[in-house]
Every structure is written in C-alpha cells, then in structure tokens.
C-alpha cells in the first residue's frame, strides 16, 4: 500500500480545517470567517508564445498557451493551515506541436505543454515551536499533501517550473532549524507529479523515495554549506533510481570597490538504488567562479557528469532547464556522460522608464562526452527580462544549439508574459 495514498489529502485537509474552526469555535466569535476570509488569494498566470526549429523533424514547431495557476491559503490557527491550487493550461490556435500525449504530431519538435485542468497542489502545513527557547519563533514546519519544493539549487530536486505545468509530490516533508545556522529537511516521496499532466502515460512517477538536506550558514557571513543524500526509487522508471550523496557550498566575497568574488561548488557520487538492477558508481562535481560589479555579473563554470558507456549520473527530479543549456538539449545526459564548459554574464538595468527593471543575459555552453572523446556541440543563450512591476514581468528568450555527436541543431524562441499576485 502506498505510504501517502492520494485519496486521503482531501479528507485529511476537510478534517483539520473543521478541527480548526470547532477549536476557535471555543475561543472567538467568527472562527470560521476568521480562518477562511483572513486567507490568501494564489495566482500565476503565464501567457506564452514558444517556436522550436529541430533538425531532425519535419516540421517547425509553434504553441501559444495560457497557464492559470489559481488557489487559496488559509490564514494560520494553532500552527494548522490548508491550501489548493489548481492549474489550468490551454493552447490557442492550431497545434503545430507535440504536446507528449499523443497528439499524432511526432513530425514537430516537442512543445511539453499539453491543455489540461487538474490539481496542482492540495496540502496541509503545521508549524510549532518545538524545541526553540524564543518566545514566537517556529523551529518545527511539517507539510503533507501535494506539494512544492526545490532542495539546494534545483540541482537534483525541484518543481521544473520552467514549463507551463510544474513539478509537485506527493509527499511529507520537515524542515527544522533548531540549531542557528542549521536547516535541516526531510521529505518522503509517495509520488511525483510530473510536467506532463494527469492525461500523459509518462505524467507520474509512483515513489518510495527518501530526501535529506542540510545547510549551514555559520562558518563565515556569506558563505553557504550543503550536504545532501537524495535516495530516489522511480517504480516507472526503475533505470532512474540511485541514491545520490554529496555536498554543495556556495560564496560571496566582497572584495572592495563595489567588486565581489563570486564562487560556487558541487560534488556528488551516484549509485544504483531500489528497483535499478544496473551497476554503476559515477561522480557529478562543478566549479563555478565569477565577478559582480554594481549590476554586472560574470562568471565561468565547468561541470561533469560521469558515464561509462552504459549509464550516466542522471537527475530525473531536477530543474533541469536550469542546466546545460535552455534549448534542453540533455535533458537525459548520454551514455558516454557530459562535460559543459560555460560562460554566463548578467546586467540589471534599475532605472528604466515604465520599468522596475530591466535583465538581459547571455550564456555560452561548449559540450563533450565524458567517458570518450567526442564533441557533443556548443550553444548560444539569451533572455531580455523586463520586470514592470511587483506582479508583471516580460520575458524574451532564445536558444540557438549547434549540432555535435548524435546531438542535432536546434533553436527555440520564447516570448512570454508573467502575472503574479
């Protein structure tokens, strides 16, 4: 029997609000209103226009959809609070793409984004003082229920928000910050919810998965440690298990003049886990270093993530467009692993008329395989954001990846537009 069956987050939620409002039925006059009216609206609306020219299909791919995230959490009492969010998506014009869930249009590049209506997040959070000696201050935050969470930097887990759909669990999750300097969380997987929707063969990964994560931020001001051990079991994708352990650390030095040393690293080692029948031991490190100078921002980075001809270090639960380039070209890193030598620049415009700030940046990828000799390709990225106030912000990004190995050419060009409440 699965560890969090998803039919019982709706009556576990109904319950503990009725428990909410029958416990301030004792203590205020309007228990009810208090706890639902004094809430939160939640909103995410996302119209976007995305065109892929791939050159192993026919046809160039084009999808112009619409993404309304809408929701309510309830104002906190005794540490109890519920919310649910639900997703719609939905395409406008002629599908000149495919979706993933067999629309019958395999000549065109893949757009993930099929129309859909469903549940994006139903859960219930606690929140205590437990261990803390501060008067008021909550060491204790528990979450059950569909779910959203990025662990570290999205690295190996994440909601994959790139996409019009997110990434959610099933799931129960505990973060504790007892120790100053400390937090630490765990969550246990029963499923994952994936970008795909409800409707897609590939929308869900049934799980018996274990997260932990640690951070600590007490060594220096701006220096940040992570230690992680991620133990993935994927009952659909079995070839996708592994346990994953390893440490991150990240820091700002400021260095005078307006001039900060930025430095960023990452190892990780990969082994078979649950249902992987495969063996392999294989390493995923990067070192990242760069210079910030008033709203400037460049850096140069080298990651690997090792094969040996017949698996490579994967991460199935990531925010992957993040990584290795935004034209998604290794979403799944080759047999023969992946090298990414990369540059990144960045410049915030703060004093821009009609706008509250304006972001173009560029990255530049060179690939190879790992495990031999072999050139996988290189790519070009850009984005022009313009954030126009605290809710709005307009996007244009391009992705321009050049051919290598197995890998074929391909340009993706976005223009899109976000609204936050």
């Known amino acids: 029997m699965p560890f969090l069956p998803y039919a019982r987050y709706a009556s576990s939620l109904v319950a503990a609000l009725l428990l909410c409002a029958v416990a301030q039925s004792a203590l205020a006059a309007n228990p009810l209103e208090e706890v639902l009216a004094f809430g939160r609206p939640l909103a995410d609306l996302r119209l ?23 929701g309510y959490q309830t104002k906190e009492f005794l540490g109890l609070s519920a919310l649910a969010e639900f997703d719609l998506v939905q ?13 019958g249009l395999s000549a065109y590049a893949v757009i993930a ?61 505990m973060t504790e910050t007892l120790i100053p300097a400390v937090t630490l969380t765990y969550a246990y997987v029963d499923r994952v919810n994936r970008i795909f929707g409800p409707a897609s063969p590939a929308g869900h990964f049934d799980s018996d998965s274990h997260l932990f994560h640690l951070a600590f931020t007490g060594l220096a001001p701006s220096l940040r440690v992570e230690g992680f051990a991620y133990f993935i079991d994927l009952k659909q994708a079995p070839q996708s298990s592994a346990q994953t352990v390893g440490l991150r650390a990240e820091e700002r030095v400021d260095l005078g003049a307006g001039v900060a040393l930025r430095m960023n690293a990452t190892y990780a080692n990969q082994r078979p886990y649950g249902g992987n029948l495969r063996a392999f ?62 540059l990144k620049g960045t410049y915030n415009f703060d004093a821009v008329p009609f706008l509250a700030r304006l972001t173009p940046s560029f990255a530049y990828h060179s690939f190879s395989a790992e495990h031999v000799t072999a050139d996988y390709g290189h790519e070009w990225d850009a984005q022009m954001e313009a954030q126009v106030d605290a809710h709005l912000t307009l996007d244009g990004t391009l992705a321009v990846h050049t051919p290598g190995g197995p890998f074929p050419a391909k340009t993706v060009f976005w223009l899109y537009a976000t609204y936050r409440l």
Do not use: C
């Open 48 to 70: 976007r226009f995305e065109n892929v020219g791939q050159e192993n299909k026919t046809k160039e791919a084009s999808a112009a959809t619409l993404r309304a995230r809408l």
């Open 281 to 342: 031991d294989l390493t995923n490190y990067l070192a990242e270093g760069g210079l910030a100078y008033h709203g400037w921002t460049g850096l140069i980075g080298y990651e690997v993530l090792e094969g040996d001809g017949h698996a490579a270090f994967q991460t199935p639960l990531a925010n992957l467009h993040a990584f290795q380039g935004w034209a998604e070209i290794f979403l799944v890193k080759p047999p023969d692993g992946l090298k990414d030598l990369y």
């Open 113 to 173: 984004d099929p129309d859909m209506a469903t549940l994006n997040r139903l859960q219930l959070a606690y929140a205590a003082r437990i261990f803390s000696d501060t008067e008021g201050m909550q060491d204790l935050h528990a979450v059950l229920g569909r779910q959203r969470f990025v662990l570290g930097d999205g690295r190996y887990i994440g909601n994959a928000d790139w996409r019009q759909h997110e990434q959610t669990f099933d799931a129960v999750s």
């Open 91 to 103: 395409h406008f014009g002629a599908s000149h793409y495919d979706d993933t869930i067999g629309s």
